[in-house]
């Protein structure tokens, strides 16, 4: 008796029903003059690990083709459902469904929940024709929380209000609080033959904090639209606008080796593997900063600003693996090598070009001024430092005016003398 779920996400589903029939007018060849009873003593479904059950034994009694529920309640744990109404083949359905679900229930039913709780409260009705029936209705969701498998963060203090017919539903509003931050969704599901046939909602979001690397923390405001996917397996996309509040880049530069040309690396650090069937939604988001991105790490301490004449700046792929297109340029910065400070040029740039990863590509200059302290007639070099490349593979060059050979270069860079003054002090190579 109960329709198969396959394809729902919810669990497998079983029933029972136990009773009488007592027909005494027409039959099953002459449904539109039957006449009797239905009593049901017992009514189970289950889903999952839930079960539902009648309350007390329904009831429905049956005059000239039409068939009138005295009594029908059932119950599953903290939650009810009551059904009234008539039903006939010539007038068609009449029926109206209450009911309250404890939304705890949910993580038994589908693994798309780990944790819920809250109320959530439903009141149907169903008209028309049995073969095309019409739905009627409105949801309200009261006082909730749940913690989604697709999300990392619990969402808390939940609340909305939806009405539906059988061809269109409409999400007056959905609100909640995710990540210390508000989200406001809105929006409409378009039906057809009782299965969505298109959604879009849009979706507004205030002071969200997330950490979606670990050494990368961003504090966003959204202005976003989701759609359904037009082709079957298809992804949702997000699309729209991110207004950046604060955001800190805390991922290590990888340097090593003790020579410029040991710090000249190809290999890839090793990547974490990932699953694309675990993917909710598809990204494509261009990035707008209300404040400079902040670089703080091993290398570099700087800000850096979206050079949107360009290309401007957009995250790009799904929530399971997701990348950054755009550049950066440096307002302003030091680089750290060798214990010394380089202050960086103006128009140094962090390219991003991967949509799979963030991936900064360096392209930086800085410039540091050697000088002996207390004698103002001892030579001076200025050094340029170029940094090229990725986080994984990246090249540092330096130049110094007047020139000097790499080996003197560094030598300054290290302990403030070159190989000539070494030699004149007599400390050896």
């Known amino acids: 008796l ?40 017992t009514v189970e479904v289950t889903v999952g690990d839930v079960r539902v059950e009648s309350v007390v034994p329904v009831r429905v009694a049956v005059e000239d083709g039409t068939a009138r529920i005295e009594r029908a309640r059932f119950r599953a744990p903290g ?10 083949l010539e007038r068609g359905l009449g029926l109206e469904l209450d009911s309250e679900i404890d939304l705890s229930l949910l993580p038994q039913i589908t693994p798309a929940v780990r944790e819920a709780e809250g109320t959530l409260r439903l009141a149907l ?20 929380s749940m913690s989604l498998t697709a999300l990392a963060a619990p969402v808390e203090d939940l609340h909305g209000h939806a009405t539906f017919t059988s061809r269109r539903i409409l999400i007056e509003e959905v609100a909640a609080r995710i990540s210390g931050g508000d989200v406001l969704v809105r929006g409409e599901v378009v039906l057809e033959r009782r299965a969505i046939e298109r ?22 405001s959204a202005d976003t639209t989701v759609t359904g996917a037009d082709e079957v397996g298809g992804l949702p996309t997000v699309t729209g606008e991110l207004v950046v509040e604060h955001f800190v880049y805390e991922r290590p530069i990888g340097l090593g080796g003790a020579t410029l040309e040991e710090l000249t690396r190809t290999e890839r650090a090793e990547t974490a593997t990932w699953d694309p069937g675990l993917a909710s939604v598809a990204l494509d988001l261009s990035v707008r900063a209300d404040a400079p991105f902040v670089v703080s790490n091993n290398l ?32 302003r910065g030091t680089i750290y090598f060798r214990n010394t ?30 000088r002996r302290s207390g004698d103002l007639t001892a030579p001076s070099w200025r050094i340029i430092l170029e940094a090229e490349g990725t986080r994984d593979a990246l090249t540092l060059t330096t130049h110094s005016d007047p020139d000097l050979p790499q080996e003197d270069i560094l030598l300054l860079l290290a302990i403030g003398m070159t190989g000539a003054e070494l030699e004149a002090l007599q400390i050896g190579d």
Do not use: C, M
Not at 125 to 137: K, M, Q
């Open 199 to 220: 959604w879009r909602l849009h979706v507004a979001a205030e002071h969200l904090s997330f950490e979606p690397l670990e050494g990368i923390a961003v504090t966003f």
């Open 125 to 144: 009705a169903l008209t028309g024709a049995f073969a095309d029936p019409e739905v009627f209705g409105e949801a309200t969701l009261e006082g909730a």
């Open 2 to 41: 109960v329709p198969s779920l396959a394809g729902t996400g919810l669990g497998a589903a079983s029933g029972r029903v136990s009773g009488a029939v007592l027909v005494t007018a027409g039959g099953l060849r002459d449904l539109e003059h039957a006449g009797g009873r239905v009593d049901l003593e």
């Open 300 to 331: 570099v301490q700087g800000e850096l600003s979206i050079d949107s004449e360009e290309r401007g700046f957009r995250f790009v792929g799904t929530d399971q693996r997701f990348g950054a297109i755009g550049d950066l340029r440096f307002d």
């Open 79 to 88: 939650s009810q459902l009551r059904v009234s109404g008539e039903a006939s």
């Open 341 to 370: 400070a380089f202050d960086v040029r103006p128009g140094g740039l962090v390219a991003f070009d991967s949509d799979t990863s963030i991936d900064p590509r360096f392209d930086v200059r800085a410039v540091t001024e050697i």
